[in-house]
DNA sequence: TTGCGTGCAAAGGTTTTGCATGGCA
DNA sequence: TGCCATGCAAAACCTTTGCACGCAA
């Protein structure tokens, strides 16, 4: 797919080693940046930048654009054990930032729909659908009451 | 809710205007300024801007953000004529960029099972479901094949 | 007259690009 | 040795803010 090489170089080693160790969380290109610039050796953002971009075209990592106004999110997905081979769909809390995995038919079904009325076909690893949890609506109905 | 009175000046006119015109697609800041610039009074991006602001507040536009590296889209939200906001999902084709908005019963009914089966209130403002078009998939396919 | 609305200019922030240098294979 | 990778600086973008002036009520 990607015709030319790449290289294994100190930097992408310890980008993914980092990704993997925040695993299920999401990070921004600043915090990535911050960790290195305190932890062995600081990588330049366009080189950050310029992995995850690889990175997401892969989709060893998933980009969530959350807002306009702060950076993106990224978060290393684990091709081996996780949510690609059974479909597992994220959901993402705005308010409190809390990422929620499903297995569940019941969205697989929009899959097929979405297919077969719509001739789009889905991709699981990169949709996220956006919304609010449990606990943040029950936040927010208190205090719509007062 | 707000506290200010809203000036009935003929920008918000005019901006209004050119929403309802538009009813049912998604326009950029961008867009608007340019459609002002060969029509008419020319609006200044910053008054563009404050008064969608507003317009997002106060429900009768939305406002999605679907890419990093191109301007946030709006859409004017008629309240009068459906108690019900229309809700409008939005798939876009990772291999040709195409954004196609869907109103779809199907997918409307997914916010409800979201919300009842998992105590998710899904955002269909920022949620964008990513994939392959039909277009594309052909395209796909026709490659594989040779 | 009061205070919101307008729009220019400038600032703010994130992301990309140009380019010379460094490092992997 | 041949590319790819790196990172600084600068550019490109979208969006917000400061401020003086204009205009609705």
Redesign the pocket.
Known sequence: MN??????????EE?LAYLRSRQGHHV???EISEFFQGNG??????????????MVEDGSVNKY?LD?????CFEYVDKQHSCVQPVCFHCKCEVCGKLIHLKCDELEHIQGHLMKQHGFALDPARTVFYGMCEACRRNAVARDVQ
Do not use: C, D, F, W
């Open positions: 015709g030319s090489t790449q290289y294994r170089t100190k930097q992408r980008l921004t290109v600043n050796t600081p990588i330049g953002v366009t080189t950050i930048y310029r992995h995850l971009e690889r654009i306009k106004n702060s950076g993106a």
